[in-house]
């Protein structure tokens, strides 16, 4: 039977452990810290905690790390504090899967009493978690949409997150990946940046691009993983534009599936003439999937859609548009514009197990393709975040573990 009014257990007393985790200390001065005597966080009421086998870093990571230099970041992390001298350091890190080691009081077998026992969350189990925590009761969350909650609160950027040896989580926030730990159908390094593969998915999905053209702006991992989502997803003709280290990212994007692969370095000539050469049936391309967060990518984005098309913004723009013509690049042209937040909870999840766990897509040797080869220990934060910042890597992945 469902346990209707379950009250909180009492805590149990354990002696305290300590971890390792990078700390955001102060958001006036770029960079992380590498903490090593770190109170390990306490199983609340509800919750989960996990082992960290594997964390992925991403570009909200990159824009943490140079907080100093963004204004957005920081504001974006002192979004729910009270005031602007409230900010108190936290682990940063929102991708991860791990082995769970402890279920919080409050998750009893009682509420799961009729639950098939392979759908059951137990310790040792392989997990990942949806790191966007919702409030549960605005009305955005009482009709579907958590995912854009008023209230949510994102682990790793407002509440402590996982570049450490461990996570605590809402038990309803976690996602099985393999029972009793098994990490062969989904290999850790994978695990790990599923929440940017759900980013993608949750893209793709909403532009419906099933026998359309389709135009990706940004060649970044999430602009890479969409030319393959869209190609599986039945697009017709799918377009690729990229600014910085072109010739290895269109190498990816070729074997991925795209079909013109364009530089706009030095402006965005070839790109308009290619789709003027192709989409002879209308004025532009059906979707655009802006994925860059660049200014002049929301300039094409708008140029470059058929009336009547679709634009999704995924990309995050750190500043405000300067010029934009809303009137020719969206009222005459009757374009829908759709923002993209998170993935939404849960089916986007459902949707992207199922796409890892087919065979016949190969998404899983895809995404690897994504990921730097070498498995970074946290203490080599330094030159992992320079690596990628330079471009020499996409995205890449910690193993709290390595020494
Ligand atoms: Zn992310
Ligand atoms: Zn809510």
């Known amino acids: 039977m469902i346990q209707t009014a379950a009250q909180p257990d009492t805590p149990k007393e354990s002696p305290a452990k300590l971890m390792k985790c990078l700390i955001k200390e102060d958001l006036q001065k770029d960079g992380l810290s590498l903490k090593t005597d770190v109170r390990e966080p306490a199983v609340g009421y509800g919750e989960v905690k996990i082992r960290v086998l594997s964390t992925a870093v991403c570009g909200t990571d990159k824009s943490i790390y140079n ?8 504001k974006e992390m002192q979004r729910y504090l009270p005031g602007d001298n409230d900010y108190r350091p936290i682990i940063v890190g929102h991708e991860f899967c791990g082995i769970v080691e402890e279920i919080g009081p409050g998750v009893t077998a009682e509420h799961f009493a009729h639950a098939p026992s392979h759908l059951l969350i137990e310790p040792g189990d392989y997990v990942t978690a949806e790191m966007h925590l919702s409030c549960g009761h605005c009305s955005l969350c009482r009709t579907g949409n958590e995912h854009i909650c008023i209230n949510v609160k994102v682990k790793g950027v407002h509440l402590d997150g996982c570049f450490a040896q461990r996570v605590v989580v809402p038990y309803k926030n976690v996602i099985l990946l393999g029972k009793g730990g098994n990490t062969a159908d989904i290999p850790p390094r ?33 602009g890479l993983m969409s030319v393959f989502l869209s190609r599986a997803f039945g697009a017709t003709r799918i377009y690729l534009t990229e600014a910085a280290d072109v010739e290895r990212r269109f190498a990816l994007a070729d074997d991925f599936g795209a079909d013109e692969c364009l530089d706009v370095s030095q402006g965005s000539g070839q790109l308009y003439r290619s789709i003027e050469k192709f989409e002879t049936g209308s004025n532009g391309v059906d979707v655009v999937l802006e994925m860059s ?111």
């Open 67 to 74: 907080s100093a230099r963004s204004e957005g970041i920081r």
């Open 190 to 222: 994978i695990g790990a940046m599923l929440d940017a593969f759900g980013n993608a998915v949750h893209t793709v999905q909403a532009a419906n691009v099933s026998g359309k053209s389709v135009a990706i702006l940004g060649a970044g991992p999430l």
């Open 293 to 403: 967060g660049s200014l002049p990518a929301y300039q094409d984005a708008f140029k470059i859609v058929r009336n009547g098309g679709h634009v999704i913004l995924l990309g995050i723009a750190r500043e405000p548009l300067p010029k934009f013509d809303i009137a020719n690049g969206v009222i005459w042209k009757g374009v829908t514009v759709q923002g993209i937040f998170g993935r939404k909870m849960f089916s986007t999840w459902e949707t992207m197990l199922s796409l890892i766990k087919s065979d016949r897509l190969d998404l899983k040797n895809k995404l690897e393709k994504v990921l730097a080869k070498k498995l970074y220990g946290l203490h080599e934060y330094k030159e992992a975040f320079e690596t990628l910042s330079n471009g020499k890597e996409l995205k890449l992945v910690f193993s709290p573990e390595k020494n």
